[in-house]
């Protein structure tokens, strides 16, 4: 649990996790953020740090050293460069590490760390900067290096979409009009209601409601539309959805304020209908806004590398991916997407398709052999001859394939279509029973009228007011702590969760920053250097912590190695036969129950890296809370001998399994769902089992200071935040019961108001006030009731 | 009374530029990016040696 006194990395606010580094009286978490930390203290820009409080948990930047001179080259120019002349050049960056007010600022004082920088902006919503420089002063490949130093590094191959602007600005829009009429009729109302309902003067009697009826012509005609179209297009495939009641209602009570208007029956309802339209776009605009913070960018093009390396004439270089032709001869290295179709040169390709097909089993290619676009390369280094040119590939033709695109078939709201479905027959069943009823008495008015009346009075616009605003809410909230969703349906998902699997290596182990040592003889340069070219190679997530305790720099090396997943390799390097991996695998007995990685070299022990797991703090208590409520498992791809410290805290009815495939995972989550009939969640970091996040209900991806994750996904969630998953699903549990209850009150309020109406108790100025009351009162309701559960459940925990 | 009348058309005259300002704004981008503009008043004056 993190308590007051929990130290905090001094420039990207995580918690502490392992030693701090101590820098100019201060603690940092990594090298990375203290060289950060200099840059802005020499450049006097140490106003960075006041600007946010502690809450804001900032991404690390990373360590990352590269050459960006690719983008000098005219074609990465085109594509930033938005202006040009002899004095200034304007360029626009896609920067999605910009999320807060620190950011910036900072952004902002380009000029202040380089000179030749004259200006810079920042479009925070889209997450773009906009920089001017003196042209000719300075390259790009050396903005974008000051950029990637303050940890900003710009996304090159991804820009922010451009709809995104104008779906906004039209929703902007639409409020802003309907609000406009919406205001403007019910000041038009007030000479009525003033006159007590009778007016004088037949000038202004005849006017207002004219006006009246022009002022709601563009409510009813373009801003109401969103509600409309999609009505329409789902009754065109058969489907009723909780906006068809809701226009039904809105159309009615048109035109029946208009026959009302013109036979002068009343002043019609033309004052209810805008302001139930702007309030309803009002709510829908809340619920969009809250995922802007949040890209879960699924273009493709964002997972391949942008820069081919392509050996010509036995030399090397990068090239854009648009530029390879059919014939050159690329290198793959692993856990790299495959860009392009090609024939196997050289290497051993061993391909995950799971992106293309959905297929997690992994497909060994031979020599001669064909490699599809798409797929990931999952282990060594690969040459390529390639068969087709970047546009004529398949790849994007296989993204749209089903398998891929919709694992669940989903509808938006599921749970609120099918009460307005039932809303729907309900009110046509009570309508039509009046208008039968008054007709059979031959009453034609009145029964038009009880029919008219009943589908305005029972719109069910409250609700889907209350679950706009209570969807905005919760993602609102949940972001706060780090818990990022994809879209509201998940919430409706994660409500209906039994089962909980998780994952255990780097789900409740931390990855980064393990604590390794070294048994055995002392390692001399040359083998450090052949171990972490080894280790490079492996896609194990201990061998990433080998790597940071070796701390080399990697040289690329064309290795012949077999990886056994989850148990350990074998290599031939330099001539010399390495078998590195688990007690097991090198064959070796021991008693000794820590995380051991053996490297043998040929046939002779060199000695073992110890591993030690270092649970995330907190982990025991929370599992203990799960179990309270889920029934769990653990799913580990390794050994059993942790169990014994697992089943202390996990309950006895969990199930944990060890040595587990992603296969089996797979096949794990498939069984108890098919067996069991359980709803399952599945917690893990996404890299080695995107096959069983498929098959899960609810898949959550940790991220630890990188930015994998797994396109399957339906929840990010940042490591630091996992020790407080209990307290977010049970925050996330209360919520069909405000939904419910406010539902509720805005029915009784409706009813008793209607009562009341009926008598003709309600005077006309009272009843206008009323109605935008209830709409408004539910909104302060939803938003009451959030912060109260909010407050109840996490007030013990300090983000 | 019908004094009113005019009172009306000048009101609906007025609140209508304002409504046409504010579409046309709106399609100008100017409320593309919510939070930066309001941030970007809170922040600290910079000192003065820094760029005009």
Known sequence: ?799 | MSVLILLLAASLIISSSFLIAFIVQTKRGQFDDMYGPAQKILFEEDSIKDKI
Not at chain 1, 66 to 71: A, E, F, N, Q
Not at chain 1, 174 to 196: D, H, R, T
Not at chain 1, 674 to 681: P, V
């Open chain 1, 1 to 799: 649990m993190i308590t007051k006194e929990t130290i905090r990395c001094y420039h990207c606010h995580s918690p502490q996790q392992e030693s701090m580094i101590r820098h100019d009286d201060k603690d940092f978490c990594c090298q990375g953020c203290i060289t950060v930390y200099d840059i802005l203290h020499s450049r006097d820009l140490c106003q960075f740090y006041d600007m946010d409080d502690m809450d804001f948990l900032k991404k690390a930047p990373f360590n990352i050293s590269r050459s960006y001179s690719y983008l000098d080259t005219e074609e990465f120019s085109k594509r930033l460069i938005r202006y040009s002349d002899q004095k200034q050049t304007h360029v626009r960056f896609y920067i999605p590490q910009i999320h807060c007010r620190s950011c910036l600022w900072l952004l902002e004082r380009l000029y202040k760390i380089d000179s030749r920088i004259l200006r810079s902006e920042v479009l925070f919503d889209q997450k773009e900067l906009y920089v001017v420089y003196e042209t000719g002063s300075l390259l790009l490949s050396e903005l974008v290096s000051i950029l990637a130093s303050i940890g900003y590094e710009p996304s090159i191959n991804q820009t922010a979409e451009d709809e995104k602007p104008k779906t906004q600005r039209s929703e902007i829009l639409k409020i802003g009009i309907s609000g406009f009429c919406f205001a403007n009729i019910m000041m038009l109302s007030l000479p009525e209601y003033f006159s007590s309902g009778i007016i004088q003067e037949s000038i202004i009697r005849s006017t207002i409601p004219v006006l009246q009826i022009l002022l709601s012509l563009p409510v009813i005609t373009y801003t109401a539309w969103d509600f409309f179209r999609p009505s329409i297009s789902n009754l065109k495939k058969g489907r009723l959805i909780i906006d068809f009641p809701i226009s039904v209602a809105i159309v009615i009570t048109f035109l029946r304020s208009i026959y009302d208007i013109y036979y002068g029956y009343s002043a019609g309802y033309l004052d209810s209908m805008t302001g139930i339209v702007f309030f309803m776009l009002i709510g829908r605009w809340m619920q969009s806004r809250t995922h802007q913070f949040l890209s879960f960018d699924r273009k493709f093009l964002s997972f391949f590398p942008v820069m081919v390396e392509k050996i010509e004439d036995m030399k090397r270089c990068f090239v854009s991916i648009n530029d390879i032709q059919k014939g050159d001869r690329i290198t793959i290295y692993p856990q790299e997407i495959i860009p392009v179709d090609g024939i196997l040169s050289r290497g051993k390709a061993v391909i995950d398709y799971s992106f293309v097909n959905g297929e997690s089993d992994l497909q060994e290619i031979s020599i001669g052999q064909h490699i599809y676009a798409g797929g990931k390369q999952t282990q060594n280094t690969i040459d390529l001859i390639v068969m087709n040119s970047h546009e004529q590939s398949k790849m994007i033709s296989m993204w749209n394939h089903a398998s891929f695109k919709n694992k669940k078939v989903r509808n938006e709201n599921q749970l609120l279509d099918t009460a307005g479905m039932i809303f729907t027959w309900i009110v046509l069943g009570l309508g039509m029973g009046a208008w039968l009823f008054w007709m059979s008495q031959s009453k034609p008015l009145m029964a038009w009228n009880s029919l008219t009346t009943i589908l305005i009075v029972a719109c069910p616009c409250a609700l889907l007011l209350t679950s706009s605003f209570v969807y905005g809410h919760y993602i609102r909230v949940l972001s706060k702590y780090h818990f990022f969703l994809r879209d509201s349906q998940v919430l409706n998902d994660l409500i209906n969760i039994d089962h909980i699997v998780f994952d255990k290596t780097g789900t409740l182990t931390i990855i980064n920053g393990l604590l390794v040592e070294f048994q055995g003889d002392q390692l001399d340069e040359k083998t450090k250097q052949a171990l972490t070219d080894i280790f490079s190679h492996s896609q194990h997530k201990l061998a990433r912590a080998i790597l940071e305790y070796l701390a080399m720099p990697v040289d690329h090396y064309d290795i012949n190695m077999k990886e056994t997943i989850g148990e350990g390799l074998e290599v031939w390097l330099d001539d010399q036969h390495y078998k590195i991996g688990s007690d097991r695998f090198v064959g070796l007995q021991s008693e000794d129950t820590r995380t051991r990685v053996h490297v043998i070299r040929d046939n002779r022990s060199l000695g073992c890296f110890i591993i030690q797991n270092k649970y995330r703090s907190g982990i025991e208590k929370m599992i203990g809370t799960l179990g309270e409520k889920f029934k769990l498992s653990l799913l580990s791809g390794d050994h059993e001998n942790e169990y014994t410290y697992l089943s202390k805290f996990f309950p006895l009815n969990a199930s944990l399994k060890f040595r587990q495939t992603p296969l089996q995972k797979l096949e794990y989550i498939e069984q108890t769902k098919s067996e069991k009939n359980e709803r399952i969640m599945m917690v893990g970091d996404g890299l080695n089992d995107s096959g069983a996040f498929k098959a899960a209900d609810v898949g959550v991806v940790i991220t630890e200071r990188n930015n994998n994750f797994n396109p399957e996904s339906d929840i990010i969630l940042e490591a630091s935040s996992l020790i407080w998953l209990d307290k977010l699903l049970t925050f996330v549990s209360k919520m069909p019961y405000i939904v419910m209850v406010i539902s509720v009150y805005s029915l009784l309020y409706n009813l008793i108001g209607l009562y009341f109406a009926l008598q003709g108790k309600l005077s006309p100025v009272v009843a206008a006030i009323l109605m935008p009351m209830s709409s408004i009162s539910i909104i302060l309701g939803v938003y009451l009731s959030v912060e109260y559960f909010h407050y109840k459940i996490f007030k013990n925990t300090q983000s």
